[in-house]
Nanobody, 122 residues
Framework: QVQLVESGGGLVQAGGSLRLSCAAS????????MGWFRQAPGKERDFVAALSWNGGSTNYADSVKGRFTISRDNAKNTVALQMNSLKPEDTGVYYC???????????????WGQGTQVTVSS
């Protein structure tokens, strides 16, 4: 089982940028497809972005396409989420997630991080 720890959250003004990072430990990181979710207060946890075991395949929620970029470094066991042109509606707790296998499967998540808070002020 892989263990995940997020970092990089914070407070930013609308239009600004943040870069989230997720560090993985445990079983071989490259055996996992990785994803990011977010949860706003009082709302469900929503999918944000995901990528395949080698980063060759990515997918994004419509609400973040063109603004967010997910990437990974298998040598460092990390996955990142670069967030640009942030909006107040991007506010929430951002969670890193892992699914065992080459490609992302939202219905079969094997591990979650503890989350990192992102707050975008207007």
């Amino acid at each position: 089982q892989v263990q995940l720890v997020e970092s990089g959250g914070g407070l930013v003004q609308a239009g600004g940028s943040l870069r989230l990072s997720c560090a993985a430990s445990g079983r071989s990181f490259s055996n996992y497809a990785m994803g990011w979710f977010r949860q706003a207060p009082g709302k469900e946890r929503d999918f944000v972005a995901a990528l395949s075991w080698n980063g060759g395949s990515t997918n994004y929620a419509d609400s973040v396409k063109g603004r967010f970029t997910i990437s990974r470094d298998n040598a460092k066991n990390t996955v990142a989420l670069q967030m640009n042109s942030l909006k107040p509606e991007d506010t929430g707790v951002y969670y890193c997630a892992a699914t065992y296998g080459q490609y992302w499967r939202s219905w079969s998540i094997n591990a979650w991080g503890q989350g990192t808070q992102v707050t975008v002020s207007s």
